[in-house]
């Protein structure tokens, strides 16, 4: 008999069927027992009434795997609107003790700490299950927005020889008695492909050894790159990503809508086009509206961020804002310089819901721009990135997604890590 699935089984009324999962809970009454079996598309009820039955099944432990075989019937108490009953229950795998955390409750009932310390459990909890579609959701959706729009996705290395990307700090590693690094980001490497391709992206970690202990960082996380040729400048990205973003909260939508609905969701619309602002003008409202001084600051503060997500909030009605023009003392090396002020780069940040998702904007692409920027320092190390630049390079840009950062916004989860399978940070290598 095939197997089915628990969110099927309102198809099979008045068939038997075969389900096989984890023992999610039971309770046992004075004439019946009820047992829910969790698999990965839900939870399915299944009644008991054989005293025999009943006597096997009540002494297995929570987690167990079984596998039931029994007819499914319409009923309004049960989890899913069918239940089945007659049950031939099969223990595949007996869990050897309770698990540390009670799976059965609506909430978990302990502290971020331990649930990461038990994350090989933890992660069976629906909700956090849950959090886990949305986030291969959004992945998927990146990913089928930019293959629609011809790009390519790449695999690029995650160690290399030379930590000269940016100011991050690097995690250094012996490679075969040579040091080498862990990958900050795949930025020259994405670049050189769009030579390649002229259109690519790739979805992998990136590790920075910076020591922040907060909320909203990892030492290793997921990113979302992509990398645009023949563009006119910075706009350009950003329709693509005004364009990626719809893409994946259609995913989202369409794919694990019943995750959306288990967590409470009301998932964003993205304007058409989203709110611009520039980054002067920003901090010129920002001024005027709080008293806080922020004009000639190189950056934009976390309470910048959250007041311009409300301004656009209740200026434009949007979830999303982007500032553009921040001064080139904050932004790579490789950034083109706005024409008009060559101070101001054409580059952007999208803040979404008060909050830095993503950065990007338009790119160097002549050997000579890059041989300036690049005065006083060592050149020769970038020699295998610059090789693209002195064969013809278009113009060109990008931009990054911090996947982590993405779920736990789209969730509002408090800590980044909540949303994160086994977070790698300054006091976590386990589990």
């Known amino acids: 008999m095939k197997r089915s699935l628990a969110h099927e089984l309102g198809a099979h009324i008045g ?27 839900g939870i399915a009820q299944i009644v008991l009434v054989d005293p025999d039955e009943r006597r096997r099944v009540a002494g297995l432990t929570a987690e167990s795997v079984i596998e039931v075989v029994g007819e499914v019937v319409s009923s309004e108490q049960a989890p899913v609107g069918v239940e089945l009953f007659n049950p031939e229950i099969t223990v595949v795998s007996e869990a050897d003790e309770p698990p540390p955390l009670e799976l059965r ?51 690029t290395p995650k160690v290399v020889a030379s930590a000269t990307e940016s100011g ?9 008695g040579s040091e ?33 202990d907060t909320a909203r960082h990892l030492a290793e996380y997921v990113s979302l790159d992509a990398e645009i040729g023949f563009i006119t400048d910075h706009r350009d990205v950003m329709s693509v990503l005004e364009a990626v973003l719809a893409g994946m909260l259609a995913t989202i939508a369409e794919t694990v809508g019943a995750a959306v609905e288990l967590l409470g969701l009301t998932l964003p619309s993205v304007p058409a ?25 190189p950056d934009l ?22 500032v553009t023009g921040y001064p080139m003392a904050k932004r790579p090396f490789y950034t083109q310089p706005c024409p008009e002020d060559p101070s101001a780069s054409n580059s952007f940040d999208l803040l979404f819901r ?78």
Do not use: C
């Open 301 to 322: 503060a976390p309470a910048d961020e959250r007041w311009l997500g409300e301004w656009a909030s209740a200026e434009h009605d949007s979830e999303f804002v982007f």
């Open 105 to 155: 409750r609506p909430v978990l009932n302990a502290q971020l700490p331990t649930l990461l310390d038990h994350a090989a459990i933890a992660l069976r909890h629906p909700p956090r299950q849950a959090i886990g579609q949305i986030a291969s959701a959004s992945a998927a959706g990146f990913r089928s927005t930019l293959d629609a729009l011809g790009f390519r996705e790449i695999f």
């Open 354 to 431: 008060g909050l830095e998702l993503v950065t990007g904007g338009q790119r160097l692409h002549r050997r000579k721009d890059y041989l300036a920027a690049l005065a006083g320092q060592d050149v020769a190390t970038y020699d295998g990135y610059l090789e693209a630049f002195g064969h013809g390079m278009p113009p060109h840009g990008g931009f990054a997604i911090g996947l982590e950062r993405w779920v736990a916004r789209l969730t509002g989860a408090a800590n980044v890590r909540e949303v994160t399978l086994f977070p790698r940070d300054l006091h976590r290598l386990t589990p």
């Open 180 to 212: 080498a690094y862990l990958a900050q980001s795949p930025q020259f490497y994405k670049q050189v492909m769009v030579g390649v391709f002229e259109r690519v992206y790739e979805v992998a970690p990136v590790f920075r050894a910076e020591p922040h």
């Open 15 to 41: 068939e038997r069927v075969r389900l096989q999962g984890w023992l999610h809970h039971q309770r046992q009454l004075a004439q019946v027992g009820f047992v829910l079996l969790r698999d990965r598309s």
């Open 273 to 297: 086009p989203i709110p611009v602002v520039d980054f002067t003008e920003a901090q010129q409202m920002i001024e005027a509206a709080t008293g806080r001084p922020t004009l000639g600051e």
């Open 168 to 176: 991050a700090n690097v995690f250094p590693i012996d490679w075969f």
